[in-house]
């Protein structure tokens, strides 16, 4: 069953066109990679999805409702957990108040204080992130900005996870523990994951499925093994990290 159908979804800045007639299915429990190039419209339909931009045409369906306008809280509140490629958390703020927020403020149904700290101690748990009341943001490097953003994801107890992941300024170890983390948030959590990222080698040993991306439109849709002998995948794709 699919937790998540886009369909024919279309993007438009000005007269710039961002994606085009975008089509995919998320099936629930997968891992979903989706994959392309720099500037080939990853975020904007991750965007899109999570009701940060109105889509210009197309729809989106979560567990079979229709999500596509939506604003951004109410599809938080639907079940949709996000990561933004750039973290931004309140700097002023300890990582357990950065998380606690988003489980008070993210859920469909009202969350006592005490569930908050619970629920955000379990996604700092989870990322491996320090959740003592103490533990500054200051100081963080890219790997753990990374983790407390997918925190505050899983603090609002999504049942689909868009992870907008972009792991350059990482390195391969630290790659390799994102991709070991999303892996156990899946198993773990049961959540659904649609995993964004422009380096594939990394993304292809845990993914069930790719779609790839090229200047907005999909040119590829199936197994990662194929995705790398796809010529147009390679041309594209490859061509463009070499
Ligand atoms: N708010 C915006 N206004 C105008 N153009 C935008 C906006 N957001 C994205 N774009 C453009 O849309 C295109 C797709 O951008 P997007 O950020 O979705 O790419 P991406 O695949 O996530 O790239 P990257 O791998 O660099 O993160 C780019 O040409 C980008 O400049
Ligand atoms: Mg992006």
Redesign the pocket.
């Known amino acids: 069953m699919a937790i998540l159908e886009v369909e024919d979804l279309t993007k438009m800045?000005g007269g710039?066109t961002?994606?085009k007639d975008v089509s995919f299915e998320v099936g629930q429990g997968e891992i979903l990679g989706l994959i392309?190039?720099?500037?080939?419209?990853?975020?904007?339909?991750f965007n899109c999805i999570a009701g940060m931009y109105a889509p210009t045409a197309g729809r989106i369906r979560f567990e079979g409702r229709d999500i596509g306008g939506l604003t951004a809280n109410r599809i938080c509140h639907a079940g949709i957990g996000r990561t933004y490629?750039i973290p931004r958390p309140f700097q002023n703020l300890s990582i357990l108040e950065n998380v606690a927020l988003s489980a008070y403020f993210g859920q469909d149904r009202a969350v006592s204080r005490e569930q908050a700290w619970d629920q955000a101690r379990e996604a700092l748990e989870l990322v491996g992130l320090p959740s003592e009341a103490g533990a500054t943001t200051e100081g963080l490097g890219a790997a753990a900005l990374k983790k407390l953003e997918l925190a505050r994801a899983l603090a609002t107890q999504p049942r689909l996870l868009l992870a907008d992941e972009?792991l350059n300024g990482l390195d391969h170890t630290e790659m390799d523990q994102a991709a070991d983390m999303l892996e156990r948030i899946r198993t773990e959590r049961g959540i659904t994951i649609v995993w964004?990222e422009?380096i594939m080698g990394v993304l292809m040993r845990v993914v069930d499925r790719v779609v790839v991306?090229d200047h907005?439109e999909v040119i590829f849709n199936g197994l990662p093994d194929s995705a790398q002998s796809d010529a147009r995948v390679i041309e594209v794709y490859l061509g463009a990290e070499a």
Request: no cysteine; net charge positive; proline share 5%.
């Open positions: 800045f710039f961002a994606i392309g190039p720099n500037g080939s419209g990853k975020s904007t339909t490629q972009s964004v422009h991306l907005g």
